[in-house]
């Protein structure tokens, strides 16, 4: 198991995440439960509780993992869920909608016969193409896993 947490992990760092929150991921994700605490993810990646949390932490604010309490104890579990990466895409869509009013602010601003003007209308274009795109491929893929393993 550690050495597909670490070659994943690598794979995310990679693609921009961060060293320690991706391999974190990597463990939940290669969990049986989908879940361990602090204290498990410390041991299994041998690394101080301050680094758990604080990559805990980042995947909680990317909606890729869960903060959940053990019944009955104070110690938290950390899950990834199985529909992580939907949720992730689908929590871009507030970030998608904020660029796309900073920009129609920019090409009002501008003037959209202006180079600038027309080079953030384009812009715009593109973000609002993507939003499209990504809900109805979010719509496709709620159905593609529906048929393929069950409901979720």
Aim: net charge neutral.
């Amino acid at each position: 198991m550690s050495k597909f947490v670490e070659g994943f992990a690598a794979q995310l760092v990679e693609a921009g995440m961060q060293r320690m929150p991706s391999r974190v991921f990597a463990a939940l994700l290669a969990s049986d439960s989908g879940s361990l605490t602090s204290a498990e993810l410390g041991e299994q990646l041998r690394v101080s509780p301050a680094a758990v949390s604080g990559a805990v932490r980042y995947l909680s604010q990317q909606h890729m993992v869960s903060r959940e309490r053990e019944p009955g104890s104070r110690r938290e579990r950390y899950r990834v869920h199985s529909n992580q990466w939907y949720e992730a895409l689908t929590n871009r869509e507030a970030v998608l909608k904020r660029w796309e009013s900073a920009l129609s602010d920019g090409v009002t601003s501008l003037g959209a016969d202006t180079p600038a003007g027309r080079r953030m209308a384009e812009t715009l274009a593109f973000f609002e193409f993507v939003d499209e795109e990504i809900a109805a491929m979010m719509e496709r893929w709620r159905v593609h896993r529906e048929e393929r393993f069950g409901q979720g």
